[in-house]
């Protein structure tokens, strides 16, 4: 049995649409799907290179309850302020969807 007393910190799970701008342009705009609690692990960091730039980088995991969620990797969550993309996506736990664990990461290059 999953242990749902653990989830105590609230993630946001926001769902993109395209919509188009007034030049025509293609605009994502994200609104929120969920708010979940859910037992989130800082699971590392680091930096990259991207196009000449230096990028950082924090990964999260992410456990939820999968009452009723439907979520893929285009969404992404907010937590502690923080943008992250989700990644991955498995599900958990002893019957089928029990729960979720979703890995997302948030990337920086100020």
Not at 14 to 43: D, F, H
């Amino acid at each position: 049995m999953i242990n749902f007393g653990k989830y105590d910190q609230s993630i946001v799970i926001q769902n993109y649409a395209e919509t188009r701008g007034a030049n025509g342009e293609s605009i994502r705009a994200y609104s929120t799907l969920y708010t979940v609690w859910a037992k989130v692990i800082p699971t590392g960091g680091g930096e990259s290179q991207e196009t000449e730039e230096k990028v950082a980088s924090i990964q999260i995991n992410c456990e939820v309850r999968a009452t009723g969620l439907v979520i893929n990797e285009t969404m992404r969550i907010v937590w502690r302020g923080n943008t992250y993309n989700i990644t991955n996506i498995d599900p958990f736990g002893t019957r089928l969807n029990e729960g979720f664990l979703i890995t997302a990461i948030a990337k920086d290059n100020s």
